[in-house]
T-cell receptor, first 109, second 112 residues
Framework: QKEVEQNSGPLSVPEGAIASLNCTYS??????FFWYRQYSGKSPELIMF????GDKEDGRFTAQLNKASQYVSLLIRDSQPSDSATYLC?????????FGTGTSLTVIP | EAGVAQSPRYKIIEKRQSVAFWCNPI?????LYWYQQILGQGPKLLIQ????????DSQLPKDRFSAERLKGVDSTLKIQPAKLEDSAVYLC??????????FGPGTRLTVL
């Protein structure tokens, strides 16, 4: 059973702070890792993906991957109220995507 | 570039009735996925197509769910008969490049 675990939250941060979202996965053969944002009542939208160990930055977002620890995280700098959403971690393994249950983030103005 | 299209957006049916959902992927995307997302959970893969062939349908409840992708373009997902526990959002996604998939707006199904 391939599992993707996320803290369901809710996570609350003040506007302008850094939000840190975490995800662990069970299959060491997992190839790539994705973060999706899902607003209430909407479908998931891709924020960023990462394949290699280390950090990957895109604007206010940074994804971090540690394959040895089977851990991937998403940092959101300068959090804005519009970042309030559920963040889904997805792992690509064996030609299939596996999703976590998501972490609910609220950014407080 | 147009995104993944789905219809209907909402559907309310009574248990034991039948329902069908339609998906049109992004043009040229060979891989198409149907997911079920129950409230408070992440999307769960139901079936994956590569062109018009099934790659993975191991989590599709085949006694009541069926899906097809004729001509390798658009796809339909059918539930017959529906149960209360089928109430969920049904998401279609498509993929062209290595690993990135894009979701449609989803169909919210309520079974009464």
């Amino acid at each position: 059973q391939k599992e993707v675990e996320q803290n369901s939250g809710p996570l609350s941060v003040p506007e302008g702070a850094i939000a840190s979202l975490n995800c662990t996965y069970s299959d060491r053969g997992s190839q790539s890792f994705f973060w999706y944002r899902q607003y209430s009542g909407k479908s998931p939208e891709l924020i960023m993906f990462i394949y290699s160990n280390g950090d990957k930055e895109d604007g206010r977002f940074t994804a971090q991957l540690n394959k040895a620890s089977q851990y991937v995280s998403l940092l959101i700098r300068d959090s804005q109220p519009s970042d309030s959403a559920t963040y889904l971690c997805a792992v690509f393994t064996g030609n299939q995507f596996y999703f976590g249950t998501g972490t609910s983030l609220t950014v407080i103005p | 570039e147009a995104g993944v299209a789905q219809s209907p957006r909402y559907k309310i049916i009574e248990k034991r009735q039948s329902v069908a959902f339609w998906c049109n992927p992004i043009s040229g995307h060979a891989t198409l996925y149907w997911y079920q997302q129950i409230l408070g959970q992440g999307p769960k893969l139901l079936i994956q197509f590569q062109n018009n062939g099934v790659v993975d349908d191991s989590q599709l409840p085949k006694d009541r769910f069926s899906a097809e992708r004729l001509k390798g373009v658009d796809s339909t997902l059918k539930i017959q008969p529906a149960k209360l526990e089928d109430s969920a959002v049904y998401l279609c996604a498509s993929r062209l490049a290595y690993n990135e998939q894009f979701f449609g707006p989803g169909t919210r199904l309520t079974v009464l």
